[in-house]
């Protein structure tokens, strides 16, 4: 049965810096893994989809990473900025087309 | 010009009710799920339906039962309600869940309150 973690589950830093997401799942067995963005009583909003074939996506301040192997993933955002305040979810396609959801990382940037 | 959209977005009701959520995609996608986020802010698949086919049908109670009138839409209705069940409860579509480029695109949720 595959489990997502993603680590930290809550992080604070202030306005500009460089931050990390992590996500970590147990069977490598999958089609793709995507981040998602959930705002504050919102639905979630596709950020990157990297296919199981590729190591990393990007767009505008956005890099995601994968290793399959060793069941990883990252998402880095680059000068953080108050607006990028929300809840992000890492998610991982596998077999009968489920998507498997970590719990999120919280994210909090600070003016 | 909401891609997916859910109905009600809040619903508060007493135990024992039977009551049901809507949800429609103007996508044009093949493929519409259900999701429960609970207070853990734990998002898990209920159901999943194709074509208005069910091909998903996780661990959940046959008090939940999901109907697909037509491929752009899929609801969500539950009998018998129970405090346990109080949730957010997410729509989302895809295009076709067989591609590795397959995104889905999640409705705002319905906030669901037993009492």
């Known amino acids: 049965k595959q489990e997502v973690t993603q680590i930290p589950a809550a992080l604070s830093v202030p306005e500009g810096e460089n931050l990390v997401l992590n996500c970590s799942f147990t069977d490598s067995a999958i089609y793709n893994l995507q981040w998602f963005r959930q705002d504050p009583g919102k639905g979630l909003t596709s950020l990157l989809l990297?296919?199981?074939?590729?190591r990393e996506q990007t767009s505008g301040r956005l890099n995601a990473s994968l290793d399959k192997s060793s069941g990883r993933s990252t998402l880095y955002i680059a000068a953080s900025q108050p607006g990028d305040s929300a809840t992000y979810l890492c998610a991982v396609k596998t077999s009968g087309s489920r998507l498997t959801f970590g719990e999120g990382t919280q994210l909090t940037v600070n003016p | 010009d909401t891609a997916v959209s859910q109905t009600p977005k809040y619903l508060v009701t007493q135990m024992g009710n039977d009551k049901s959520i809507k949800c429609e995609q103007n996508?044009?996608?093949?493929?519409m799920y259900w999701y429960k986020q609970d207070s853990k802010k734990f998002l898990k698949i209920m159901f999943s339906?194709?074509?208005?086919?069910?091909?998903i049908n996780e661990t959940v109670p046959n008090r939940f039962s999901p109907k697909s009138p037509d491929k752009a839409h899929l609801n969500l209705h539950i009998n018998s309600l129970e405090l346990g069940d109080s949730a957010v409860y997410f729509c989302?579509?895809?295009?076709?869940?067989?591609?590795?480029?397959?995104?889905?695109?999640f409705g705002p949720g319905t906030r669901l309150t037993v009492l």
């Open positions: 989302a579509s895809s295009q076709d869940l067989a591609l590795s480029t397959d995104t889905q695109y």
């Open positions: 339906y194709n074509n208005k086919e069910l091909i």
């Open positions: 996508l044009g996608h093949d493929t």
């Open positions: 990297i296919q199981s074939s590729q």
